[in-house]
């Protein structure tokens, strides 16, 4: 789509940090995952996919060798950068505690999610859809950055654009998950015409909360990517043949 790269920052991620959550214009992807597409797994020409990343580390202003990112599964597995990288590397958690590195998140529905600790100088990231989050991915993450030395009070979370309430109907068997891990939290199921929806944002807010992030540390109302096509890719929309986002955050 034709425009300029545009990024949504969070008012909670505090300055000495690099963040944020691209749209999907200002690229060279064509089609529908025209054109600022990030992710390499769906089948978009490798190429294209690289210089979409370097424009917009260029945009940033980090060098396109500073990404680091690992194969998501829709897992629970936090990376601390340093660590020895296994063979697949697949964490769908990423944790820094030094400038240089630049932390990717991709999600198409799924919520990429970023990390900071201003205290203790610590980021991270994750990728968070149905399943991460009933497992705690984003708790993993928080205690991950306190073996870096990092308090959970300390640290502020940004949710990026992800599917909302709105849009994500689910079957009674995910309801059941999410009531055995949540409870009668309020807002968490909706109703919906055909069947229940979920609220991930609220869950997430849960997760975050018994990990010890304050309340009011957590920026979790992002706009909901099916239901804005010209701004986001959307799995749920698209499918495979669509596009995927990036949240970044790096120590600046």
């Known amino acids: 789509m034709a425009g300029p790269i545009r990024i949504l920052r969070s008012p909670?991620?505090?300055?000495?940090?690099?963040?944020?959550?691209?749209?999907r214009t200002g690229g060279v992807?064509?089609?529908?995952?025209?054109?600022?597409?990030?992710?390499?797994?769906?089948?978009?020409?490798?190429?294209?996919?690289?210089?979409n990343r370097r424009l917009l580390a260029v945009?940033?202003?980090?060098?396109?060798?500073?990404?680091?990112?690992?194969?998501?599964?829709h897992g629970t597995a936090v990376w601390c950068v340093g660590e020895p990288l296994p063979d697949p590397a697949e964490f769908d958690g990423l944790v820094c505690d030094r400038p240089g590195p630049v932390l990717g998140a991709f999600a198409a529905d799924c919520i990429p999610m970023v990390f900071a600790d201003p205290v203790a100088r610590v980021c991270g990231a994750a990728h968070s859809g149905w399943r991460g989050t009933v497992?705690?991915?984003?708790?993993?993450?928080?205690?991950?950055?306190?073996?870096?030395?990092s308090r959970p009070a300390d640290v502020r979370v940004a949710l990026g654009p992800s599917i909302g309430?709105?849009?994500?109907?689910?079957?009674p068997e995910v309801v059941a998950e999410f009531r055995a891990a949540f409870g009668d939290?309020?807002?968490?199921?909706v109703a919906g015409p055909r069947k229940d929806h979920l609220d991930l944002r609220v869950a997430t807010r849960v997760v975050l909360e018994r990990a010890g992030v304050r309340a009011e540390h957590v920026d979790a109302a992002p706009p909901c990517t099916r239901c804005e096509p010209e701004r986001f890719f959307s799995y749920r929309r698209?499918?495979?043949?669509g596009g995927v986002h990036m949240g970044f955050i790096g120590l600046a």
């Not at 945009?59 to 599964?73: E, I, R």
């Not at 698209?238 to 043949?241: A, I, S």
Request: hydrophobic share 40%; net charge negative; charged share 20%.
């Open 238 to 241: 698209d499918g495979k043949d």
């Open 165 to 171: 309430p709105c849009c994500f109907e689910v079957g």
């Open 29 to 51: 992807s064509t089609g529908l995952r025209a054109s600022l597409n990030l992710g390499r797994r769906w089948g978009d020409d490798p190429d294209l996919v690289d210089e």
């Open 185 to 189: 939290v309020p807002g968490l199921v």
């Open 135 to 149: 497992g705690g991915v984003a708790a993993n993450v928080v205690a991950r950055m306190a073996e870096c030395g």
């Open 12 to 23: 909670l991620i505090p300055d000495g940090f690099l963040h944020g959550f691209p749209e």
């Open 59 to 73: 945009h940033v202003g980090y060098d396109p060798a500073q990404l680091v990112a690992t194969k998501h599964v």
